[in-house]
């Protein structure tokens, strides 16, 4: 079975503060797929990114930047110069590859982030 | 490309009755996921459709069914609804190039059912 934990359940900054959000994972398999998604007050899951278990690279967009490390079974999120509008609840997610699972995906509780202004 | 689109957006439904939820994927996904998010549970797999076909379900009881159209349209059914069931229902569709592939998923708006 997989598990997804995202121990951080609220966050609040001050604007242009840099912030990380943790996510860590438990699985047996030896190829999965890692991911982020933000929802904002929308309700609607917005995908970020999606890595997986044989590419390590950290990775930068913008502003956003995520650290994959398996020997920790970790996979954080760092956001610099936090604005106003990250304001959402972050969601750390797992899949599997395999005919069993499809594409799958096992989500952690979230990380509620406010920006304040 | 339009994205995930769900219908309706709201419902509210009284215990008892029967729901039917409507999501259209991303034009050429070929898989269509459904989940159901509450404040208790968090967000939980219900079942993914991947040519006509289920081939992954969750830990829910039978009252909750699916299906998906040749078109790759999906619709999700709850009958027999309970208070519990008032949760945000999200619908995702990835490209699923075939039966074993692992895709992105990409979410709709989500319908929110609140059952009285």
């Known amino acids: 079975a997989q598990k997804v934990t995202q121990a951080q359940t609220e966050i609040s900054v001050v604007e242009k503060e840099d912030v990380t959000l943790d996510c860590v994972y438990e699985t047996r398999d030896t190829t999965y797929y890692l991911f982020w998604y933000k929802q904002p007050p929308s309700g609607e899951l917005v995908f970020l990114i999606r890595r997986n278990s044989f590419d390590e690279q950290n990775e930068i967009s913008g502003r956003y930047s995520w650290n994959f490390q398996k020997s920790t079974s970790s996979f954080n999120f760092t956001i610099t110069a936090s604005q106003v509008v990250d304001s959402a609840v972050y969601f750390c997610a797992l899949s599997v590859y395999g005919v069993a699972s499809g594409s799958r995906l096992t989500f952690g509780e979230g990380t509620q982030l406010t920006v304040n202004p | 490309k339009a994205g995930v689109t769900q219908t309706p957006r709201y419902l509210i439904k009284t215990r008892g009755q029967q729901v039917t939820l409507s999501c259209s994927p991303i034009?050429?996904?070929?898989?269509v996921s459904w989940y159901q998010q509450t404040p208790g549970q968090g967000l939980q797999f219900l079942f993914e459709?991947?040519?006509?076909?289920?081939?992954n379900k969750g830990n829910f009881p039978g009252r909750f069914s699916g299906r998906q159209f040749s078109n790759s349209r999906s619709e999700m059914n709850v009958s027999t609804l309970e208070l519990g069931d008032s949760a945000l229902y999200l619908c995702?569709?990835?490209?699923?190039?075939?039966?074993?592939?692992?895709?992105?998923?990409?979410f709709g708006p989500g319908t929110r059912l609140t059952v009285l």
């Open positions: 034009s050429g996904h070929r898989s």
């Open positions: 459709y991947f040519s006509e076909t289920q081939r």
């Open positions: 995702a569709s990835s490209l699923g190039f075939d039966s074993t592939s692992t895709d992105t998923q990409y």
